[in-house]
Nanobody
Framework: QVQLVESGGGLVQAGGSLRLSCVASKSTFTFNSIGWYRQATGKQRDLVAQ???????NYADAVKGRFTVSRDNAKNTVYLQMNSLKPEDTAVYYCNAKYTLLFERESWGQGTQVTVSS
């Protein structure tokens, strides 16, 4: 089982920036992919951004050009740099790791709240 611990959420004004961090209990290089999902109140949990083992990145259309996902394998950490934040970015952000151990598995962090005020 992989443990993921997020940090860095908080309250920020529209147009501001935040950086989320997610520390994994094993090397991020071993994951098929690692990244971030978010869930706003009353809505489903959606992909925000992820990075694959090869370093390829994938972003939701709503955050392209504003958010950047990166991975530091030496620190077992994945980051989400969020710039030009909008009120609609308000959500609980979850770290997610997908990996193969006999079969495909995934782990989730506990979530960190991001609130963007207008």
């Amino acid at each position: 089982q992989v443990q993921l611990v997020e940090s860095g959420g908080g309250l920020v004004q529209a147009g501001g920036s935040l950086r989320l961090s997610c520390v994994a209990s094993k090397s991020t290089f071993t994951f098929n992919s690692i990244g971030w999902y978010r869930q706003a109140t009353g809505k489903q949990r959606d992909l925000v951004a992820q990075v694959s083992r090869t370093g390829a990145t994938n972003y939701a259309d709503a955050v392209k050009g504003r958010f950047t996902v990166s991975r530091d394998n030496a620190k077992n950490t994945v980051y989400l740099q969020m710039n030009s934040l909008k009120p609609e970015d308000t959500a609980v952000y979850y770290c997610n790791a997908k990996y193969t151990l006999l079969f495909e598995r995934e782990s989730w962090g506990q979530g960190t709240q991001v609130t963007v005020s207008s």
